[in-house]
T-cell receptor, first 109, second 118 residues
Framework: GQNIDQPTEMTATEGAIVQINCTYQ??????LFWYQQHAGEAPTFLSY??LDGLEEKGRFSSFLSRSKGYSYLLLKELQMKDSASYLC??????????WGAGTKLIIKP | GAVVSQHPSRVICKSGTSVKIECRSL??????MFWYRQFPKQSLMLMAT?????????EQGVEKDKFLINHASLTLSTLTVTSAHPEDSSFYIC??????????????FGPGTRLTVT
């Protein structure tokens, strides 16, 4: 079956750095997405990786290792507004998005 | 970036009635639209995938006669919840994927519709 695993919840301090991990097992791979979702709102796109390596976009970076079926989202200089759920999603061989359950990130002052 | 709108944002209806939710891609042609449902503190659950001009493909466990999907044009898809019951109360989110030059297969999400059935 297809499976995406990420931690249920993480807590970090304002101004710090946090890394959210995602491992996946899917039938085929055509890219990995990270989305941010605030409570009661729809997900918003953060990043996309299809090749191995690190993609940096401002305070957010995303890493992919296809051989390990592994990705992480790195958030730097955490702000209170970063408190949200972070969803990892993988596009399989049929270009269907397979979703992880999401990681709830709690930022404390 | 691409924009997807959804209407209404919130709706309250009585048990047994039907509710229609619209999803529109505003600045691109959405060849494929997806309908998701999300219960509190849970992840997105894909309900169905629809391609313009063809019947929707429903995920296992989703009743196609209860959740009617119409993807009549490249910019509009509708989800009708028929004979709604309180257990249908949820957050319904649509997303759209189009053939945008230079873009990968990103899905653009609408803002969601909060359905409450009383």
């Amino acid at each position: 079956g297809q499976n995406i695993d990420q931690p249920t919840e993480m807590t970090a301090t304002e101004g710090a750095i946090v890394q959210i991990n995602c491992t996946y097992q899917t039938s085929g791979f055509n890219g990995l997405f990270w989305y941010q979702q605030h409570a009661g709102e729809a997900p918003t796109f953060l990043s996309y990786n299809v090749l191995d390596g690190l993609e940096e976009k401002g305070r957010f970076s995303s890493f992919l290792s296809r051989s390990k079926g592994y990705s992480y989202l790195l958030l730097k200089e955490l702000q209170m507004k970063d408190s949200a759920s972070y969803l990892c999603a993988v596009t399989d061989s049929n270009y269907q998005l397979i979703w992880g359950a999401g990681t709830k990130l709690i930022i404390k002052p | 970036g691409a924009v997807v709108s959804q209407h209404p944002s919130r709706v309250i209806c009585k048990s047994g009635t039907s509710v229609k939710i619209e999803c529109r891609s505003l600045d691109f042609q959405a060849t494929t639209m997806f309908w998701y449902r999300q219960f509190p503190k849970q992840s997105l659950m894909l309900m169905a995938t629809s391609n313009e001009g063809s019947k929707a493909t429903y995920e296992q466990g989703v009743e196609k006669d209860k959740f009617l999907i119409n993807h009549a044009s490249l910019t509009l898809s509708t989800l009708t919840v028929t004979s709604a019951h309180p257990e249908d109360s949820s957050f319904y989110i649509c997303s759209a994927r189009g053939a945008i030059a230079g873009e990968f297969y990103e899905q653009y999400f609408g803002p969601g519709t909060r359905l409450t059935v009383t």
